[in-house]
């Protein structure tokens, strides 16, 4: 079983639509989480931390449940220029911040 | 400010061959990571430096590849000899604090063993 585990999509969604994924991860000692974006054939880039008492950034909420161990991201009203894979990130500080990612979840935003 | 910087950006080697893939962090970032992608395994963390001294390499698959820091501004990542199987991408990554910070990732080294 992988450490992050996240439904690989594609999700193919119209504009305007709210689409949420979830990611579940294994170990309890991880103690910091993120979603990272990444466009195709681009690096990842940092899309947002996640914290216990949920956060947004306009259209963009995270959610984290750790006593289910389990991370949401919600995109409301969505646009075509959503359309990446969104990677599931866990942080284990006592192991030197090892980032470990999840396989990422692909999104297409259509017209 | 100039974010990480990874040369080259593509790579066509065959098999057999040395291959060295190149990182300059960003200043003032004291770790730096090295990350493979693959459709089949996703990324992986490799090895990490902080302040120059590797600190995790259980990702480096085996005695093929190595990584130097020699100063802050620059790292390799060599792989010796090459093989088909090691052909991904190769992502660089930099961060203030490694425990941390959040980590930006270089533009990536797109390998191709053949």
């Known amino acids: 079983r992988k450490e992050v585990e996240q439904d690989p999509g594609p999700f193919n969604v119209p504009e305007g639509a709210t689409v949420a994924f979830n990611c579940t991860y294994s170990?309890?000692?991880?103690?910091?989480f993120f979603w990272y974006r990444q466009d195709c054939r681009k690096e990842p880039k940092l899309l947002m931390s996640?914290?216990?008492s949920g956060n947004e950034d306009g259209r963009f909420t995270a959610q984290l449940n750790r006593a289910s161990q389990y991370i949401s991201l919600l995109i409301r009203d969505s646009k075509l220029s959503d359309s990446a894979t969104y990677l599931c990130v866990v942080n284990r500080y006592n192991q030197g911040g090892k980032l470990i990612f999840g396989q990422g979840t692909e999104l297409s935003v259509k017209p | 400010d100039a974010g990480v910087i990874q040369s080259p950006r593509h790579e066509v080697t065959e098999m057999g061959q040395e291959v060295t893939l190149r990182c300059k962090p960003i200043s003032g970032h004291n770790s730096l990571f090295w990350y493979r992608q693959t459709m089949m395994r996703g990324l992986e963390l490799l090895i990490y430096?902080?302040?120059?001294?590797?600190?995790?390499d259980s990702g480096m698959p085996e005695d093929r590849f190595s990584a130097k820091m020699p100063n802050a501004s620059f790292s390799t990542l060599k792989i010796q000899p090459s093989e088909p199987r090691d052909s991904a991408v190769y992502f660089c990554a930099s961060s203030s604090q490694a425990a941390t910070d959040t980590q930006y990732f270089g533009p990536g080294t797109r390998l191709t063993v053949l």
């Open positions: 170990n309890s000692a991880s103690q910091s």
């Open positions: 430096f902080n302040n120059n001294v590797p600190i995790d």
């Open positions: 996640v914290y216990s």
